[in-house]
């Protein structure tokens, strides 16, 4: 989430044992067919009231959710270059949303309400954007580089570059008490740096040759003493971030239909407050499981009609999440859109 910026509190117990079954289940609000072009990237808004769409050809589009009514509608094309669209990203507020790409030169601010250009920032090979939980900031992954910039004046105002010596930053996140940015290499390393000094708090290089290559997502728990990220095929690696150590791998058997690997489920990642739960794409990338992180034990939650998910967004204050699925299991279109909502049952004991 979107490495997810805030998890809020959820009626899921905190327990350190086996839990029993959570009892987290899912109902569709809204299901959208026959996207014609090839969708790419999808965000909610924390209160789950917007879902926005983004495109290889350049369109972003918002629709009220549950009626799916379009709002607004606006082409990417700084510098009148067409480009896709790979990550779009809410500010916590939902005043605003970010759009990146991962070959694009620049990144663009949005009113959310409007569809309002706000910004276009000049920093390229974007993968990652996180705003800051309370701070008027966000902060940027953009090639090697981290850049911090000013939301309201629209401008870069530090960069710290060569954060992981040399290789790419493909994902960054912030704690949710805002006093630790995470970020994640090409090549799996995992760094954490004290906010707002930008000093490197911890290093830890994730376990499994080439599946920790390529990480998607990467999310924290409110004070930073967890991390997970998942890989290019979906593992999902744990991080005990006070001891500096790996904690727990989760495998993914990736079984969609004629589809083996996981790049697209970018930004799929989400703790619960206490931070002992982590939703995470199911093991067949075509839904949502949560995860015990002291057990180990995985719970589904849903699993969608389509041959296999593209991405997902999820938004843990609304309890919604939002899936972009293609029409067959080659990734052709047309494409579909679904947003769920979360329902709490039972709380595990």
């Known amino acids: 989430m979107r490495a997810i910026l805030v998890a809020l509190a959820l009626p899921l117990a905190a327990c350190s044992g086996a839990p029993s079954e959570p009892g987290v289940t899912a109902t569709r609000v809204l299901e959208i ?31 009220e959710v549950p009626s799916g ?7 990417v094309q700084p510098g009148r270059e067409r480009r896709r669209i790979d990550g779009v990203f809410f500010s916590p507020d939902a005043s605003l949303v970010v759009t990146t790409g991962h070959e694009a030169q620049t990144l663009e601010v949005w009113d959310a309400a409007t569809g309002r250009s706000v910004a276009v920032l000049d920093i390229a090979r974007s993968r990652g954007v ?29 960069t710290l570059p060569n954060a992981h010596a040399g290789d790419a930053i493909f994902a960054i996140a912030f704690s949710a008490d805002g006093q630790t940015l995470a970020t994640v290499s090409g090549e799996g390393s995992l760094k954490l740096w004290n906010w707002p000094a930008l000093v490197l708090r911890s290093s830890t290089t994730l376990s499994g040759g080439l599946e920790a290559m390529s990480p998607v997502s990467l999310a924290l728990t409110r004070h930073g003493t967890r991390a997970a990220s998942n890989g290019i095929y979906g593992r999902v690696h744990v991080v005990d971030t006070a001891k500096g150590r790996e904690e727990r ?9 004629n589809h083996g690997m996981h790049a697209e489920l ?41 041959p296999f998910y593209k991405a997902v967004a999820l938004a843990l204050p609304a309890s919604m999440v ?24 039972a709380a595990p004991r």
């Open 33 to 63: 067919t026959g996207l014609q072009p090839v969708v790419n990237a999808v965000a909610l808004s924390p209160n789950g009231s917007l879902v926005v769409v983004g495109d290889f050809d350049d369109d972003l589009i918002a629709r």
């Open 69 to 75: 009514a379009e709002r607004w509608k606006v082409r």
């Open 130 to 158: 996180a705003f800051h939980p309370s701070e008027r900031v966000l902060a940027v992954a953009g090639a090697a580089t981290i850049h911090v910039v000013d939301v309201d004046r629209g401008h870069v105002v530090r």
């Open 249 to 257: 791998v989760f495998a993914n058997v990736a079984q969609a239909p």
């Open 266 to 306: 970018r930004y799929s990642l989400a703790f619960t407050d206490e931070g002992n739960w982590l939703f995470a794409p199911d093991s067949h990338d075509r839904g949502l499981r949560i995860l015990h992180v002291p057990s180990g034990k995985t719970y589904p939650v849903l699993q969608g009609e389509g």
């Open 322 to 345: 939002a899936f972009l699925r293609p029409g067959d299991d080659q990734g052709r279109g047309p494409y579909g859109l679904d947003v769920w909502r979360l329902n709490y049952q």
